[in-house]
């Protein structure tokens, strides 16, 4: 099974840039379909972002469309999450995971986002 590492969380104003990573293990992460998602205090998980095997597909919640960007780098077993002109309700916890027969199966451990306002 892949492992899944998030890291480039932090504590960050609103306005500010992050750039989270994720970084796999395993012979499967190139040919998946991988997701961002994320969960805020006393609130459920949400998606966030997917991005197809090759990058060719991105998906977007409403709530962060035009300012994150979801990319990939196979190469690397890398997938990254752009996170521009954060907002304070972005604050959750982000975690990285792997779609396996179209279900998020795999999920990494997540990593914290501040965003102060």
């Known amino acids: 099974q892949v492992q899944l590492v998030e890291s480039g969380g932090g504590l960050v104003q609103a306005g500010d840039s992050l750039r989270l990573s994720c970084a796999a293990s395993g012979r499967t992460f190139s040919s998946s379909t991988m997701g961002w998602f994320r969960q805020a205090p006393g609130k459920e998980r949400e998606f966030v972002t997917s991005i197809t095997w090759n990058g060719g597909s991105t998906y977007y919640a409403d709530s962060v469309k035009g300012r994150f960007t979801v990319s990939r780098d196979n190469a690397k077993n890398t997938v990254y999450l752009q996170m521009n002109s954060l907002k304070p309700e972005d604050t959750a916890i982000y975690y990285c995971?792997?779609?396996?027969?179209?279900?998020?199966?795999?999920w990494g451990q997540g990593t914290q986002v501040t965003v102060s306002s």
């Open positions: 995971v792997q779609q396996a027969r179209s279900i998020w199966s795999n």
